[in-house]
């Protein structure tokens, strides 16, 4: 069945350094793309998405690019913010849309 | 008010005890979720229901059963609680009828079972 793989953590970075989280899939067809974002005691929120191969999804700094050819939607931040220090979920939905499958979150520590 | 709305937001429950955690959605969607999430398991779907006459298993539906009693309401039960059973559970409603596939959630439910 389908389903997420993304980097295990902590990662752990200063302040103002460069964020990589890597994320692959295994699905049929042309799954739609998620990252979504939880910070400490609360609930998941969608932080950038794709539809569709080559699309690259953007919010708050953070950027992803469909990659089809290597099955990847890696996460990438130029400079990190203490703020960011949250967990990270890698998630899609396959082409019959029937629910999102999540990676099992990357934990992501940025200090001062 | 909240989009999606759980409720408790905690309990503590005792081993062998039936406890029900309860959703309510004001997003007028018709596909509703469970989710469980464990430390380093990331979220798991455990029901989901595409309207009112549909019901679905998801990857961990043992041990659980849910009840939608409205396309506002989809609640999840545990006929008897285990201690693995501990964790935090999510409920969540979306419109997939076409891309971007908006997805909602509620704010959670921590429940441990003792």
Same mark, same amino acid.
């Given at each position: 069945g389908d389903s997420v793989t993304q980097m295990e953590g902590p990662v752990t970075l200063s302040e103002e350094a460069f964020l990589t989280i890597n994320c692959t899939y295994t699905a049929t067809g042309y799954p739609s793309l998620f990252w979504y974002v939880q910070y400490p005691g609360e609930g998941l929120q969608l932080l950038l998405k794709a539809t569709k191969a080559d699309d690259k999804g953007s919010n708050k700094g953070f950027e992803a690019t469909y990659r089809k050819e290597t099955t990847s939607f890696h996460l990438e931040k130029g400079s990190v913010q203490v703020s960011d220090s949250a967990v990270y979920f890698c998630a899609l939905v396959d082409q019959a849309g029937t629910a999102l499958i999540f990676g099992k979150g990357t934990t992501l520590s940025v200090s001062s | 008010d909240a989009d999606v709305t759980q409720t408790p937001r905690n309990r503590i429950t005792k081993t062998g005890k039936r406890i029900m955690l309860e959703c309510s959605q004001t997003k007028g969607h018709d596909r509703m979720y469970w989710y469980r999430q464990d430390p380093g398991l990331g979220l798991r779907l455990i029901y989901y229901s595409f309207d009112v006459k549909d019901i679905n298993k998801g990857e961990i539906s043992d041990g659980y059963s849910v009840s %939608? $009693?409205? $396309?506002a309401k989809f609640s999840l039960s545990l006929e008897s609680a285990i201690p693995n059973q501990t964790a935090l559970y999510f409920c969540a409603t979306s419109?997939?009828? %076409? &891309? &971007?596939y908006g997805y909602t959630f509620g704010s959670g439910t921590r429940l441990t079972v003792v």
């Open positions: - | %939608r $009693q409205a $396309q419109d997939l009828s %076409r &891309p &971007p």
